[in-house]
């Protein structure tokens, strides 16, 4: 669509939806409950999965990681080269889905206030993935496989940079709107009907 060549090859697409989202999704599913899930009223049943702001909340981050990988695979291709470009790309996007995975661990509190421990399955599947991304970039048996080459520092710091963008910007999300106002759902003030 843009007249430039795959930000990512098969194999490289192929491994994000098998470790990448695989790994951490698992470990999500064993986050513990938020203190005040109890005090908070249900959702209504014939609510939509996409409702609360689900529905905006994937499209705008969907957005931000697609352009945040797209813009560094352009500069990293016009600069270097298509392999390059490519594991500029691949270690972008699996970079900002572990920034996503802990900023998403609550719906409504900061990750600093749960504490960066309180699900170690879940930090143990984020430190797996990265290290697992690590190899596949640098060990040369496995970059022919992966259709990977060797970043240097500052673009390996370049990719975690751009991809750092959506962990802040949920925690601004987050802050902007149950800090401030709240959200259906949350708990019914005294005297209410249930």
Same mark, same amino acid.
């Given at each position: ?57 994937? /499209?705008? &981050?969907? %957005? ?5 990988? $797209? ?7 016009? !600069? @270097?080269? *298509? ?44 430190? /797996?993935? &990265?290290? %697992? ?5 640098? $060990? ?7 259709? !990977? @080459?060797? *970043? ?43």
């Amino acid at each position: 669509f843009l007249g430039v060549p795959l930000p990512l090859a098969a194999a490289q697409i192929l491994w994000i939806n098998l470790v990448s989202d695989g790994l951490p999704a698992l470990a999500l599913g064993v986050e513990p409950p938020e203190q005040d899930i109890m005090s908070r009223s249900p959702r209504p049943p014939w609510e939509s999965l996409f409702a609360g702001g689900m529905g905006s909340h994937i /499209l705008w &981050v969907g %957005l931000l990681m697609g352009l945040g990988t $797209v813009a560094l695979f352009g500069w990293s291709h016009r !600069t @270097t080269d *298509l392999a390059h470009g490519q594991t500029m790309a691949f270690f972008t996007l699996m970079a900002f889905q572990m920034f996503h995975v802990l900023a998403i661990r609550s719906e409504r509190q900061a990750l600093w206030t749960i504490g960066l421990l309180s699900n170690p399955q879940l930090i143990g599947a984020v430190v /797996l993935t &990265v290290v %697992l991304q690590l190899a596949i970039t640098y $060990v040369s048996v496995l970059q022919p496989i992966f259709h !990977t @080459t060797a *970043l240097t520092a500052g673009e390996l710091a370049a990719c975690v940079a751009v991809a750092s963008t959506v962990y802040v910007a949920v925690e601004v999300e987050k802050w902007g709107r149950y800090r401030r106002g709240g959200r259906r759902g949350t708990s019914p003030s005294r005297g209410s009907s249930p």
